[in-house]
């Protein structure tokens, strides 16, 4: 951004449309004197004198208005608000922060922001708050990715990992980690400095145990990821199969909402339809999708494909199949496309009697008794109907635990969310990878250190110790303006 962090800046905190309340913030060195052109406390005092984190009734000023003021001084009055100043650093960015709290109008919050402008702020970037908080020494980066999480979760489960991280846990495991790399570090370039060869005997050893240790720790790190991008993100779960097995009625089903047009014409579904729902604290996002077979009909055929590429982004598929039908060849068609993802079949129309046959899919043993991939047994089969609500909890609690380990929800740990967050994870491994093979090799302790460097780096890029504009600039974009 080439946005200058010397700027005052200001924005709307509250969603857009109307509410109880909307506010407006502004930040900056001149935060309190342009303020003070925008609103009037009540109790006659200048804005530069009232005391820090204090609320003060005030009217706020727009010359534009039709309104006359109060006091009749030129300016109209629009609104009364209440108005809040946190002097720095005991701010939310770690400088001078005026909040204005209006009645929550899109005009009336328009126009404060516009006579903040017209008095020197600028409006602020996404994001650009929390930056100032980072960049201020407020927050370090994963505290300021758990910000958003923290707005954005949207089940307990996601919300519990979010404020782990706002608290600075996975930081505390980073920072003890990169705390350990410098000592290594010191080791070997104190070995460079004092010693005829580069690093003596002893010193290979130790340091290569050490090495051996973070990397261990890193690895933890990053094998947590996948549940960890679960809970932040929702298990993406794609009900799928051949035209009229009943996907539609079993997304209505779940969802206990009369979402999705449910016919006895095979063909019906062609929009992918994407909905969420809360499986025991974990966001589930179901998406409902064509029926796939072989077509001439042109849009059918674009529902089609819109299935295979909602198909491709899921993390679990719902096969499901007709109970009273069997398995058709069209089903194992869909199975043999699909069998190798992670997968749970689905029996429905459980309600009806049974009159195809199963056997030509290779089902697992004791059908129903808990997931069973990996284990050899071939795929779970989960028998439900939709048109009575049988096996529906049985299903989202089988789709829970086949995506998510038993235990961690008892006893959360660090976890990794964030793909950047693995990826820098990544690139560590491989700097130690490199360094512990310099090791070996016998190499000069200035390529040991090097790689040392590097994977602290990649370590320091986590937590913001190391940053650049560009990963700032990454990070930042998906906030909202105001936060
Ligand atoms: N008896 C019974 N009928 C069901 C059940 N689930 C769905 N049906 C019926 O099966 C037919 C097809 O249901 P849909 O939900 O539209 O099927 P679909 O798989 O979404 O079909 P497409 O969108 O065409 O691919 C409808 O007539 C439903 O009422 C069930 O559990 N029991
Ligand atoms: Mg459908």
């Not at 534009?64 to 030129?74: A, C, D, H, I, M």
């Not at 964030?418 to 560590?428: E, T, Y």
Request: hydrophobic share 40%; proline share 4%; glycine share 10%.
């Amino acid at each position: 951004m080439e946005h200058s962090v010397d700027d005052t800046i200001c924005a709307i905190a509250t969603p857009v449309g109307e509410g109880g309340i909307g506010i407006v913030r502004i930040s900056g060195a001149d935060a309190v004197e342009i303020a003070a052109h925008v609103v009037r406390p009540r109790n006659q005092r200048p804005l530069q004198q009232l005391e820090s984190h204090r609320l003060y009734l005030s009217d706020v000023l727009y010359p534009e208005s039709p309104l006359p003021l109060r006091e009749g001084q030129g300016e109209g009055h629009i609104d009364e608000a209440l108005v809040v100043i946190m002097r720095k650093p005991r701010s939310y960015t770690g400088e001078d922060v005026v909040e204005i709290q209006t009645h929550g109008g899109a005009w009336i919050l328009q126009a404060t922001c516009h006579g903040l402008i017209r008095h020197g702020a600028r409006m602020a970037q996404p994001g650009e708050f929390t930056k100032r908080a980072f960049l201020n020494g407020r927050l370090d980066l994963t505290q300021a990715e758990a910000v958003l999480d923290t707005i954005q979760a949207t089940t307990a489960r996601s919300l519990q990992a979010a404020q782990s991280l706002l608290r600075g846990s996975l930081s505390q495991e980073i920072d003890t980690l990169r705390e350990g790399l410098i000592h290594v570090l010191a080791h070997v370039e104190a070995g460079m400095d004092f010693a005829e060869e580069d690093i003596t005997f002893i010193q290979a050893a130790e340091v290569q145990q050490a090495l051996t240790d973070t990397q261990r720790v890193v690895e933890q790190l990053i094998a947590s990821y996948e549940e960890g991008r679960l809970i932040r993100e929702g298990i993406k779960v794609a009900i799928i199969g051949r035209p009229n097995v009943g996907k539609s009625s079993l997304l209505n089903a779940l969802l206990k909402l009369d979402r999705a047009i449910v016919s006895d014409q095979p063909g019906t579904t062609r929009d992918v339809i994407d909905e969420s729902m809360n499986v025991r604290g974990v966001p589930l996002r179901l998406l409902d999708t064509a029926g796939l077979r072989q077509t001439q009909d042109t849009v059918e055929g674009e529902g089609i494909r819109r299935t295979e590429d909602a198909i491709a982004e899921a993390d679990v598929l719902l096969l499901v199949l007709d109970g009273a039908d069997g398995v058709t060849d069209e089903d194992r068609a869909v199975f043999e496309t699909y069998g190798s993802r992670r997968h749970l079949l689905v029996m429905n129309k459980m309600d009806l009697p049974e009159s195809g046959t199963f056997s030509p899919l290779p089902l697992g043993e004791g059908q129903g008794e808990g997931p069973s991939q990996g284990k050899g047994e071939g795929p779970e089969l989960v028998k439900v109907s939709a048109r009575t609500g049988e096996g529906l909890d049985r299903l989202t609690s089988v789709i829970h635990s086949i995506c998510l380990k038993e235990g961690l929800e008892a006893a959360p740990s660090v976890l990794v969310t964030r793909l950047r967050h693995k990826a820098s994870l990544g690139q560590a491994h491989r700097s130690l990878e490199e360094a512990m093979r310099s090791l070996e090799r016998k190499e000069s302790g200035e390529c040991v250190a090097l790689d040392i460097r590097a994977a602290l780096d990649a370590l320091g890029e986590i937590t913001g110790a190391v940053s650049t504009e560009d990963i700032l600039d990454r990070i930042f974009q998906y906030f909202c303006i105001g936060k």
